[in-house]
């Protein structure tokens, strides 16, 4: 049995930050939320599609790592490909190259014990009825980051992604259970400014635990009709924020399915990514053990907004 199965593409990524090219680097919400949730004591499997272009070498990684790789399915096009600039804190993406969409055919029935299934397209590459395939044939909770459903190829050809409304989101979130989203993100998901309402519209949608992410100033959450604040954890340095989003998703969905609690899962997945983002790609992650005290430390400062 899986406890997380994460269904997405990966990204070949070129990474820029404040001019100075670094080497291509492989991405996506499959290398982070797998890996993630395997060094945090989880099994996880990866439904994804690759393009002729993805390496062996990444296989072995995965590999190495305790993943199953029997999921990836190879295409004849391009993998998912994005240029990341950064200039500080702000972050530019541009898509290079898309591949084929996962579809329900992609799909062995050998991941639908899994007890989470973690939605996140990154180019819009995961349809409704794979969605809903999904959700009515899977065991476990359907997990949704949206940001691939509001990302759209700006019109002056540069390749740059901006965020635009989602105008089928209704329909995509009657299969979903959990729904992460960062703040601007759920501002452009909602049309609404004030957070807290924004979760209140997605909880009306149906979804039972909405989690709004703001980078170092925590994140929050709406279930069953509360909406609390979760702070991050204070980093020594931070070194490499891509991926903290698959990470906190990952490590939320293995400690919810575990504890049923959703408290202690909020503070275990900011704990897992205060470890993140310390170092670079998914090496600096601590271990369970470790993880599960610094999120120990991080209940009594939980609040109620």
């Not at 439904?47 to 590999?63: M, P, V």
């Not at 898509?95 to 799909?107: F, H, N, S, T």
């Not at 062995?108 to 299934?117: G, R, T, Y």
Request: charged share 25%; glycine share 8%; aromatic share 8%.
């Amino acid at each position: 049995m899986y406890d997380v199965v994460v269904v997405a593409h990966f990204s070949l990524d070129i990474i820029i930050k404040n001019g100075v090219r670094e080497p291509l680097r492989l991405g996506g919400p499959p290398l982070y939320g797998s890996v993630a949730a395997k060094r945090l004591g989880g099994q996880s499997g990866i439904i994804s599609k690759i393009g002729e272009d993805f390496r062996d070498e990444h296989f072995l990684f995965l590999s190495r790592n305790g993943i199953d790789v029997s999921g990836i399915k190879r295409s004849k096009g391009p993998t998912t490909r994005f240029m990341l600039k950064y200039e500080g804190e702000e972050r530019n993406e541009f898509l290079i190259a898309k591949c084929e969409p996962i579809v329900i055919q992609d799909i062995s029935a050998q991941f639908l014990n899994s007890q989470a299934f973690i939605i996140s397209p990154i180019v819009d590459e995961i349809p409704l009825e794979t969605l809903k395939y999904i959700a009515e044939n899977g065991k476990g909770l359907v997990y949704l980051d949206p940001s691939g459903y509001i990302r759209s190829i700006a019109a002056n050809g540069s390749g740059k992604i901006i965020l635009t409304e989602w105008e089928d989101m209704a329909d995509y979130l009657q299969y979903v259970n959990v729904l992460k989203a960062s703040v601007t993100e759920m501002k452009v998901l909602t049309n609404c400014k004030d957070i807290k309402g924004a979760a209140k519209k997605i909880e009306d949608l149906g979804v039972e635990i909405t989690i709004i992410t703001e980078g170092s100033k925590g994140s929050y959450i709406q279930y069953e009709g509360n909406f609390v604040h979760i702070p991050s954890v204070i980093c020594h340095q931070v070194v490499d924020v891509t991926g903290a989003g698959d990470v906190y998703i990952s490590a939320f969905a293995l400690e919810y399915a575990r504890k049923m609690d959703v408290i202690s899962s909020g503070a275990f997945a900011t704990a897992a990514v205060s470890s993140k983002i310390e170092g670079s790609g998914i090496s600096s992650l601590k271990t369970r053990a470790e993880i599960s005290e610094l999120s120990n430390a991080l209940l009594e400062q939980i609040s109620k907004v």
